[in-house]
Structures are given as structure tokens and as C-alpha cells.
């Protein structure tokens, strides 16, 4: 379900200040508790929301599943966000990319930031197609033809009239062509 770009516009700006409080949240408490840095990785494992994202109305989600972020799934996706200078970077970099696509920790761990009212509109969306046709893209390119036939079947059995199926119906003839080669 397409959003107008004032509704993607907010969404942002309440994914951005969800982050600014998850990260004054780990500064404060590091600086009290050394340890506290560790937030940094698990902030999303309950139930896919971090203090930050609970107070914006935001949520992480598997992919495709559609269940809350676990804890392998925040390790996974906040891991570059846990380096010093690379968190840094990343934050300069990944901040201007979120208008296009999800950030590079929710490709790597296969979810994706989303918010908590449209959660089962979410689970039907073009969006979630395109990420799996993206995952299914990669797969092809690694030579790994079983995951990307298994992710296109899926975008073909669940969103059968979105660009991404049609998309996935030719994916599916490069990997059959190549199978053969």
C-alpha cells in the first residue's frame, strides 16, 4: 500500500528521533554504567521496539514473517551501530539513505522498521515484496539458486499482482537458464 510522501516524511522524522533517544538513552547510560553500551545491540529484542521506537509508535519486523525482532535479529541489524567510528558513519550515511531503502543492518538481518498502527496492513504491502525480490536478487547473484527460487514462489504466492511478482516471474527464468548453463 503506497504512502504519500508527507505520511513517508513522518514516518522518518519518528524513526530518526526514535534513534536520537535510543542514543542519548546509551550515552547517559554508559556514562553511568559501562556496560550499558550493550544496549546498543539488543535495544530492539522485546517485542521489536526499543524505549526510542516504543515512545514514536515504531516497530521491528522479521521479514517475512512479519513477527517482532528477536534478540539474534537486534544483534544482528545494531552490530555496526555497537563499533565506535563506524557507528558514526553509519549514522551520517545510513540517515540520508533511509528515504530510499531500510538501512544496511535491517537488509543483513532481514527486517525492517515499521509503524506499529499499520502492522497488518504491512504484512500485504508492495514493500514487502520488494524486499524479498531485493533478498531473492542477492541469493541469484551468490549462486545461491534454491533461496532465491524459494523467496520469488513467495512473492508469486502472496502478492500475485505487484510489479515484484512480475519481476520474480523473470527472476525465475534467469535462475532456470543459468541452472542449465
Known amino acids: 500500500m503506497p504512502v504519500c510522501q508527507r505520511c513517508y516524511g513522518r514516518f522518518l522524522n519518528r524513526r530518526h528521533f526514535a534513534f536520537i533517544v535510543d542514543f542519548i538513552i546509551t550515552?547517559?547510560?554508559?556514562?553511568?554504567?559501562?556496560?550499558?553500551?550493550?544496549y546498543l545491540l539488543v535495544k530492539d529484542s522485546i517485542l521489536g521496539t526499543s524505549l526510542g521506537k516504543l515512545?514514536?509508535?515504531?516497530?521491528?519486523?522479521?521479514?517475512?514473517?512479519?513477527?517482532?525482532?528477536?534478540?539474534?535479529?537486534?544483534?544482528?541489524?545494531?552490530?555496526f551501530?555497537?563499533?565506535?567510528?563506524?557507528?558514526?558513519?553509519?549514522?551520517?550515511?545510513?540517515?540520508?539513505?533511509?528515504?530510499?531503502?531500510?538501512r544496511t543492518g535491517?537488509?543483513?538481518a532481514n527486517t525492517?522498521?515499521?509503524?506499529?498502527?499499520?502492522?497488518?496492513?504491512?504484512?500485504?504491502a508492495p514493500v514487502m515484496a520488494d524486499f524479498l525480490l531485493n533478498q531473492a536478487c542477492k541469493a541469484e547473484v551468490k549462486g545461491d539458486f534454491q533461496q532465491a527460487n524459494t523467496?520469488?514462489?513467495?512473492?508469486?504466492?502472496?502478492w500475485p499482482k505487484t510489479d515484484?511478482?512480475?519481476?520474480?516471474?523473470?527472476?525465475?527464468?534467469?535462475?532456470?537458464?543459468?541452472?542449465?548453463?
Open 27 to 38: 550515552i547517559v547510560g554508559t556514562v553511568i554504567f559501562p556496560l550499558f553500551y550493550f
Open 151 to 158: 523467496k520469488c514462489q513467495e512473492i508469486l504466492q502472496r
Open 81 to 102: 551501530l555497537f563499533i565506535p567510528l563506524v557507528n558514526l558513519l553509519i549514522i551520517i550515511f545510513e540517515g540520508f539513505k533511509l528515504c530510499k531503502s531500510p
Open 55 to 79: 515512545l514514536m509508535g515504531l516497530q521491528v519486523v522479521e521479514v517475512p514473517s512479519g513477527r517482532p525482532c528477536g534478540f539474534g535479529g537486534s544483534v544482528k541489524r545494531n552490530l
Open 106 to 108: 535491517d537488509l543483513w
Open 112 to 124: 525492517l522498521v515499521i509503524s506499529k498502527q499499520n502492522t497488518p496492513q504491512f504484512l500485504d
Open 164 to 181: 515484484a511478482a512480475k519481476d520474480a516471474e523473470s527472476l525465475i527464468g534467469v535462475i532456470q537458464r543459468e541452472k542449465k548453463s
